[in-house]
């Protein structure tokens, strides 16, 4: 069972501009596409397309389009499980430029009551202890992936409140958490009762939850690129030191690092040209738990959330990756310690 949480869903609209975007001026698209979004929601449709089966559990209004969008997205497998709230969905625009660069413009979101947030929450939990109790193999690995921004009127603290919630209701349940900001920071303040098994920071968010200064936190992804891998490894040693099961680093161009108890491991990032870079972390997130749920080990587990993320990249607008769209050259898979 693969169970992913989206808070602040959206429908993303990306528009792909002919040459560099002139701000200021009148700019000429050449495609838009609109697709039903929301990092959680992006996790669970790359899974199904892999073959998995997925449940996405949203706060989405009673005949929203957002849920009919993704009720048309690979049926068979993904099983939509929206919570009724009052406000709609948000409408996110991605702007793209034929060299890769992506200008994102997202908008707040509708809000959650009180009231909504309790509800969603207990849809999470209730969806969860249902299908761990449904389940027939105990080889296979349960996951929920918790992920995205949280919309106004959401706590900052709610991923700590849902990764405690799960844990206590749900044993055995793996969990990955994947956000920004004040709900990361969160997260990191209420370590290690609130661990996750998985967390994906790039190099500044790493920094920032290990505790290093601004500019070394900064300095991290650049130090990654000139090969400079320790500082990386030891940023993540200290988050698995407090309780959480896998920190994978994505660092841009220089690839990604994974640590856990186990040791550490670099994988190069595959030579894709980048197209669009919407949606490249939750496929690696994706990948990530694939493997997992497939029964890979550490390496593995990095070299498909690196395939699955590249990907990603190679891809125009919010196009998500199938089997069929990986890399033909492979992460090389490094073990550091």
Known sequence: MILTLTPNPSLDRTVTLPGALVRGGVNRLSGVTVEPGGKGVNVA?????????????????????LVRALEAVNAERLTVLPVAVAGAARINTAV???DGTTTKLNEPGAGLSEAEVA??????????????????????????????SLPPGA????????VTRLRAAVPGLRLAVDTSDAPLASL???????????????GEELGQLAGLPAERAMA???????????????AARVLVDLGIGAVMATLGPAGA??????GAWHATAPDVPVISTVGAGDSSVAGYVLADVRGGDEENRLATAMAYGSAAAGLPGTTLPTTEDLPAQASVVTRLA
């Open 188 to 202: 990191a303040a209420h370590l290690p009762d609130a661990a996750p098994d998985l967390i994906k920071p790039n």
């Open 45 to 65: 449709r790359v899974l199904t397309s892999a073959g998995e089966a997925a449940t996405a559990v949203l706060p989405a209004a009673e005949h929203d389009p």
């Open 96 to 98: 793209t430029e034929p």
């Open 155 to 162: 706590p900052a603290d709610w991923y700590v409140r849902l």
């Open 257 to 262: 690092v994974l640590v856990t108890r186990d």
């Open 119 to 148: 509800a969603v929450e207990d849809a999470l939990v209730e969806a969860a202890a249902a299908a761990i109790a449904g389940s027939t193999d105990p080889a296979h690995h349960d996951w929920a992936v918790l992920s995205g």
């Open 220 to 234: 991290l992804e650049d130090g990654a690129v000139r090969g400079e891998l320790g500082p990386v490894v030891e």
